[in-house]
């Protein structure tokens, strides 16, 4: 059965975007890491689907298909070909259409749907986000793995993809080098 994978970029106080979703933090200058692009690349590639709320696909989609398709020479561009070309499923119960390639539109009920999907076969689920989107699959208990990449940043306030306890399990913790550290949690 596949997992889904729900990866997100996470302050050490423990928000997800700034109180008015905020994401600027997540790009802090300084010392890049490979091992971190390979953390990327290696857990785009063991996926085949790529789940999203309606208010991410836009900017998400069209950046990383810009990258793929427009800048070879981009460090993120293999990861960036993985997302182009990934299955995409979109939930919105108001959009029906998006302009970009390998994307299905689903207005279905949210736990039935991802439910069916885990069923089926080939590689696993990844979910970036965003928090409302994240915030509902939590909710429901549809995570099975939970990437969260801690940035040496504080905000003080903020939005969180948890509205209730969740305890977890660490199963991997790796450190990089620009000072952010992934930890891969599973649900207990």
Not at 5 to 26: H, R, S, Y
Not at 163 to 185: A, C, F, P
């Amino acid at each position: 059965m596949k997992k889904l994978k729900l990866a997100m970029q996470m302050t050490i106080d423990g928000f997800v975007a700034g109180p008015n979703g905020e994401n600027d933090w997540v790009f802090i200058p300084g010392k890049q890491d490979p091992a971190a692009f390979k953390f990327g690349i290696d857990l785009a590639g063991s996926c085949d689907t790529l789940l999203m709320g309606s208010k991410l696909t836009a900017e998400f989609t069209g950046h990383w298909q810009n990258v793929a398709d427009n800048q070879p020479d981009s460090p993120w561009n293999p990861f960036a070909k993985l997302i182009a070309d990934m299955r995409k499923i979109v939930f919105s119960h108001t959009k029906q259409e998006f302009n970009f390639r390998n994307l299905e539109v689903e207005n279905g009920d949210l736990a039935m749907v991802v439910n069916e999907l885990k069923k089926q076969p080939g590689k696993d689920i990844v979910v970036y986000g965003g928090v409302n989107f994240a915030k509902s699959l939590v909710s429901l208990n549809l995570v099975d793995e939970y990437y969260f990449i801690v940035n040496p940043v504080a905000l003080g306030a903020g939005q969180t993809i948890f509205s209730e306890r969740k305890i977890m399990q660490l199963e991997e913790s790796i450190t990089y080098l620009n000072g952010k550290v992934m930890n891969k949690y599973v649900p207990v």
